[in-house]
């Protein structure tokens, strides 16, 4: 994105898909699972959990962004870390002055926000490198999808383990499997819920597969999670299912790394783009290749995107 | 700063505690970014364990020293999260330099894990939990050095069960993570059973 140039309302719906849906932090990218699992005991927790991360996110997007080009490379993760654990520290004290009872049910996973390997992994890979405008809403709705995935998570063991909903009895007669507020019931709903996701991206992608094979061979813009690239499709490749799943197969080596630098082919994508128009605006023989890869891109991402209400009901 | 004496069997039971019903992973769900991610292989789950504990060991030392020492008189305990995350993160790049130039051997069996280990949790976690709980620096070594143990328990059990599932044949939805986190559910239970034991 060029200085100056007016941030689209295209580029923040996309954004808002992306950081919701397509990219979910817990849902397909994989991260923070932690607090994922220990804070989703009710809705309300969940809710809690999600929005003070949200909150430290847009700060901590916010900020980094602004000192992307004064932060040197080589101790970036100190600064990083530094600036977390601040806008942590000013969560955690608004919280105790404000919502005590959430803060206490939370417990130190307030403080351990600075460990959150979200808001690390959207401070590298993309407050670092954008402007601030596009890292705030980077920061929000990466938020969002955390809270939003935690709320999923909170109101489904809630609803089985205790058969409450925000504290009121909602199924009579339900005797309530308390498996589901224990700490094995978080993994169990976790691994149906990403099963689904799985099958559901499965579905898709089998039906885009044999769709897409004819006219389109090579498609930036869409996450690689998304993005089928082989011509020639072959049912032993989901043997170890890589192609559905890149971020998110525990076999791989670099599994790891990913926590810290996560493997966001679509913020990688949109640089490319970014770059490309820059180039495209200071020298106009680029202009054509620029818009060819947008008119591209956007069509395609558009037969991509899935709304999350669909999604939960199915 | 004045702690309640803590006899021998109390310390005892703190760490059988810490390692068995208060398991980091399985009860507190601190840590679960490495249990779920280098717990494939049993060497690697073994490796990334006693690396942690390692780690969690030494900066429960540290950090109790950088509280009672610094924040309380300074009355800046309020920035304990920002004060052990860096001090952990320096820690970590003195443990790996020092295990380079004086322990090859274990450098070279810990070494790779060693980074992974500033943004783990279990070990900020644990430095939380000592401050909170209000722990001398005894009891706050050992529990940082039982906790790592439940963790590397967790951890080696857990590969040895994933390399098990290698030859399971599930669904295709299923394959990959889904299946790791409900073989995880399935451990938990078995650990939330050790919550039915009382320590009189």
């Given at each position: 994105m060029k200085r100056g140039e007016a941030y689209s309302f295209r580029r923040l719906l996309a954004q808002m898909k992306e950081g919701l849906i397509t990219n979910n932090p817990i849902f397909v990218q994989l991260l923070g699972m932690c607090p994922t699992l220990a804070t989703t005991t009710s809705l309300v927790n969940g809710l809690g959990m999600g929005l003070a991360a949200t909150a430290v996110l847009v700060c901590s997007n916010l900020l980094i962004s602004l000192l992307r080009k004064v932060i040197s490379r080589e101790v970036r993760i100190a600064c990083y870390i530094t600036i977390i654990s601040g806008f942590v520290t000013a969560v955690e004290l608004l919280m105790k002055a404000f919502f005590f009872e959430l803060y206490g049910s939370l417990g130190l996973f307030i403080p351990l926000i600075v460990v959150n390997c979200i808001i690390f992994g959207r401070a590298e890979a993309f407050a670092s490198r954008n402007p601030v405008i596009p890292s705030v809403f980077d920061g929000l709705f990466t938020g969002l999808g955390f809270t939003g995935a935690l709320c999923i998570i909170g109101f489904i063991r809630e609803l089985l383990g205790t058969g409450k909903i925000l504290g009121r009895a909602v199924l009579p007669g339900y005797s309530p499997a308390v498996i589901f507020i224990l700490p094995a019931g978080a993994f169990f709903t976790l691994g149906f819920i990403i099963a689904a996701v799985q099958k559901f991206r499965n579905v898709r992608s089998d039906r885009g597969r044999f769709a897409r094979l004819s006219n389109v061979s090579e498609i930036s813009g869409i996450p690689s999670t998304l993005r089928v690239v082989d011509e020639n499709y072959d049912d032993?490749?989901?043997?170890?299912?890589?192609?559905?799943?890149a971020p998110s197969d525990p076999d791989s080596d670099g599994e790891f790394e990913l926590d810290f630098y996560p493997d966001d082919d679509s913020t990688a994508a949109y640089m490319e783009a970014w770059a490309r128009e820059e180039a495209a605006s200071s020298g106009s023989a680029d202009e054509a290749a620029g818009d060819g890869t947008q008119s591209n891109a956007v069509p395609v991402s558009e037969t991509e995107g899935f709304s999350a209400e669909a999604f939960i009901d199915g | 700063m004045t702690f309640a004496p803590i006899t021998v069997r109390g310390l005892f039971l703190l760490m059988l505690g810490a390692v068995l019903t208060e398991n980091f992973i399985f009860s507190k769900f601190y840590g679960c970014c490495p249990f779920l991610g280098?717990?494939?292989?049993p060497d690697k789950a073994l490796g990334m364990g006693m690396a942690v504990t390692f780690v969690m060991t030494v900066s429960g030392a540290v950090t109790w020293a950088v509280y009672y020492y610094v924040l309380v008189p300074l009355g800046l305990t309020y920035l304990r999260t920002v004060a052990f995350i860096l001090v952990i993160s320096v820690l970590v790049q003195f443990i790996e330099m020092f295990l380079r130039r004086f322990v090859p051997a274990l450098y070279s069996s810990l070494g790779i894990y060693l980074p992974l280990i500033t943004t783990n949790c279990a070990v900020l976690g644990a430095a939380l939990v000592n401050i909170q709980s209000g722990y001398g620096f005894v009891p706050s070594v050992c529990y940082g050095f039982a906790a790592g143990i439940g963790f590397t328990l967790a951890m080696v059990l857990f590969a040895g069960v994933r390399a098990k599932m290698e030859f399971a044949d599930p669904p295709r939805a299923f394959r990959g993570f889904p299946l790791t986190l409900i073989a995880a559910g399935l451990l938990a239970m078995i650990f939330s059973g050790f919550s039915g034991i009382s320590f009189g």
């Amino acid at each position: 994105m060029k200085r100056g140039e007016a941030y689209s309302f295209r580029r923040l719906l996309a954004q808002m898909k992306e950081g919701l849906i397509t990219n979910n932090p817990i849902f397909v990218q994989l991260l923070g699972m932690c607090p994922t699992l220990a804070t989703t005991t009710s809705l309300v927790n969940g809710l809690g959990m999600g929005l003070a991360a949200t909150a430290v996110l847009v700060c901590s997007n916010l900020l980094i962004s602004l000192l992307r080009k004064v932060i040197s490379r080589e101790v970036r993760i100190a600064c990083y870390i530094t600036i977390i654990s601040g806008f942590v520290t000013a969560v955690e004290l608004l919280m105790k002055a404000f919502f005590f009872e959430l803060y206490g049910s939370l417990g130190l996973f307030i403080p351990l926000i600075v460990v959150n390997c979200i808001i690390f992994g959207r401070a590298e890979a993309f407050a670092s490198r954008n402007p601030v405008i596009p890292s705030v809403f980077d920061g929000l709705f990466t938020g969002l999808g955390f809270t939003g995935a935690l709320c999923i998570i909170g109101f489904i063991r809630e609803l089985l383990g205790t058969g409450k909903i925000l504290g009121r009895a909602v199924l009579p007669g339900y005797s309530p499997a308390v498996i589901f507020i224990l700490p094995a019931g978080a993994f169990f709903t976790l691994g149906f819920i990403i099963a689904a996701v799985q099958k559901f991206r499965n579905v898709r992608s089998d039906r885009g597969r044999f769709a897409r094979l004819s006219n389109v061979s090579e498609i930036s813009g869409i996450p690689s999670t998304l993005r089928v690239v082989d011509e020639n499709y072959d049912d032993s490749e989901f043997i170890d299912d890589g192609s559905n799943s890149a971020p998110s197969d525990p076999d791989s080596d670099g599994e790891f790394e990913l926590d810290f630098y996560p493997d966001d082919d679509s913020t990688a994508a949109y640089m490319e783009a970014w770059a490309r128009e820059e180039a495209a605006s200071s020298g106009s023989a680029d202009e054509a290749a620029g818009d060819g890869t947008q008119s591209n891109a956007v069509p395609v991402s558009e037969t991509e995107g899935f709304s999350a209400e669909a999604f939960i009901d199915g | 700063m004045t702690f309640a004496p803590i006899t021998v069997r109390g310390l005892f039971l703190l760490m059988l505690g810490a390692v068995l019903t208060e398991n980091f992973i399985f009860s507190k769900f601190y840590g679960c970014c490495p249990f779920l991610g280098v717990s494939d292989k049993p060497d690697k789950a073994l490796g990334m364990g006693m690396a942690v504990t390692f780690v969690m060991t030494v900066s429960g030392a540290v950090t109790w020293a950088v509280y009672y020492y610094v924040l309380v008189p300074l009355g800046l305990t309020y920035l304990r999260t920002v004060a052990f995350i860096l001090v952990i993160s320096v820690l970590v790049q003195f443990i790996e330099m020092f295990l380079r130039r004086f322990v090859p051997a274990l450098y070279s069996s810990l070494g790779i894990y060693l980074p992974l280990i500033t943004t783990n949790c279990a070990v900020l976690g644990a430095a939380l939990v000592n401050i909170q709980s209000g722990y001398g620096f005894v009891p706050s070594v050992c529990y940082g050095f039982a906790a790592g143990i439940g963790f590397t328990l967790a951890m080696v059990l857990f590969a040895g069960v994933r390399a098990k599932m290698e030859f399971a044949d599930p669904p295709r939805a299923f394959r990959g993570f889904p299946l790791t986190l409900i073989a995880a559910g399935l451990l938990a239970m078995i650990f939330s059973g050790f919550s039915g034991i009382s320590f009189g």
